[in-house]
């Protein structure tokens, strides 16, 4: 799919001259709990880390006994729900903040996949048209329409293929997960791109 004879260039991975699919997403950070699941995820992990670290001395010292495990755990309940009420409230004002939404441009190639988030104030239609004026830049000005259309990013991730080694896909949240041993990325296409997206990355990803 190089989308390039689409009146809607850039929703749908585009090939560009350079020879990297490109396109964009919007995520609604309302309806598309994702980015949630992942904080909260992020969450319940330090609370459990921090507990553990904690308690370590206590659980070995063989002088654990029902009480004290009661209270271990009811403090780990309480600090628990603490944290994640905390992470609901931090990221509906975040939400609230961008606007309700997401903008992202992903870039692919043979070696790699990279995720960018682009300002609140970016319009997608901004961005499909630059993908659309990297279809026809002439061939000397490539690089430079290529770094401009990159210039504006607030973050990038970047995953190399032969890193990775779990990909999964989540079609409910038109998400694909691509999973680097300490490293997450996070990609997202049009419903009927992603069984192309997914499978061009599990194709080049041999250790997953």
Not at 42 to 47: E, K, L, M, N, T
Not at 106 to 109: A, L, R, S
Not at 183 to 193: G, L, M, Q, S, V
């Given at each position: 799919?190089?989308?390039?004879?689409?009146?809607?260039?850039?929703?749908?991975?585009?090939?560009?001259?350079?020879g990297?699919y490109?396109?964009?997403?919007?995520?609604n950070?309302?309806?598309?709990?994702?980015?949630?699941?992942?904080l909260?995820?992020?969450?319940?992990?330090?609370?459990?880390?921090v507990?553990?670290?904690?308690?370590?001395g206590?659980?070995?010292?063989?002088h654990?006994?029902w009480?004290?495990?009661?209270?271990?755990?009811?403090g780990?309940?309480w600090?628990?729900?603490?944290?994640?009420?905390?992470?609901?409230?931090?990221?509906?004002?975040?939400?609230?903040?961008?606007?309700?939404?997401?903008?992202?441009l992903?870039?692919?190639?043979e070696?790699?996949?990279?995720?960018?988030?682009?300002p609140?104030?970016?319009?997608?239609v901004?961005l499909m048209s630059?993908?659309?004026?990297l279809?026809?830049?002439?061939?000397?000005?490539?690089?430079?329409?290529?770094n401009?259309l990159?210039a504006?990013?607030v973050?990038?991730?970047?995953?190399?293929?032969?890193?990775?080694?779990?990909?999964?896909?989540?079609?409910r949240?038109?998400?694909?997960?691509?999973?680097?041993?300490l490293?997450?990325?996070?990609?997202?296409?049009?419903?009927?791109?992603l069984?192309?997206?997914?499978?061009?990355?599990?194709q080049?990803?041999?250790?997953s």
């Open positions: 799919m190089n989308g390039q004879n689409d009146a809607q260039v850039g929703i749908h991975p585009t090939l560009c001259p350079d990297k490109r396109w964009t997403y919007v995520v950070l309302y309806t598309n709990m994702s980015i949630l699941s992942d909260l995820k992020v969450v319940v992990g330090c609370v459990v880390f507990f553990i670290v904690c308690n370590i206590i659980i070995f010292d063989g654990m006994d009480v004290t495990l009661y209270d271990i755990l009811f780990f309940f600090i628990t729900l603490g944290c994640l009420l905390l992470g609901l409230v931090s990221y509906w004002i975040w939400a609230g903040m961008s606007g309700g939404r997401y903008a992202a992903f870039t692919m190639d070696h790699s996949v990279m995720h960018e988030r682009m609140k104030d970016v319009k997608r901004m630059e993908i659309g004026m279809l026809g830049a002439a061939t000397g000005n490539l690089a430079l329409t290529s401009s990159l504006g990013s973050h990038a991730w970047k995953t190399e293929f032969k890193d990775v080694r779990k990909v999964k896909v989540v079609r949240r038109r998400l694909i997960k691509v999973n680097e041993l490293t997450k990325n996070r990609i997202y296409a049009e419903p009927e791109d069984d192309f997206v997914a499978d061009y990355i599990m080049r990803c041999r250790k």
